[in-house]
């Protein structure tokens, strides 16, 4: 299994941003996509973004135009850039990465807080 371990979380107000950080135990090349879903209290985990090795993305309604998935394939981290956060942003922010041969590994978590 790939080890994933996130960074970055912490609490902002509303209108600031974070930028996550998700660094993977393997080479990037050979996980096949990457993501971040998050979960809020009480709420199911739900996606947020994902990249498809090859540069395909997607975002999750509510975070289009705001949120950012990238990857650093030199340093094995996956990025999520987090802008004009609001108070529903709040949640754990987890790292998912599927791969052929490891299968699906998790990171964590980092607890994100959006708060006046």
């Known amino acids: 299994q790939v080890q994933l371990v996130e960074s970055g979380g912490g609490v902002v107000q509303p209108g600031e941003s974070l930028r996550l950080s998700c660094a993977a135990s393997?080479?990037?090349?050979?996980?096949?996509?990457m993501a971040w879903y998050r979960q809020a209290t009480g709420k199911q985990r739900e996606l947020v973004a994902r990249?498809?090795?090859?540069?395909?993305?997607n975002y999750a309604d509510s975070v289009k135009g705001r949120f950012t998935i990238s990857r650093d394939t030199a340093k094995n981290t996956i990025y999520l850039q987090m802008n004009s956060l609001k108070p529903e942003d709040t949640a754990v922010y987890y790292c998912?990465?599927?791969?052929?041969?490891?299968?699906?590994?998790w990171g964590q978590g980092t607890q994100v807080t959006v708060s006046s």
């Open positions: 998912n990465t599927f791969s052929i041969t490891s299968g699906s590994s």
């Open positions: 393997v080479g990037l090349f050979s996980i096949s996509s």
């Open positions: 990249l498809i090795n090859g540069g395909i993305t």
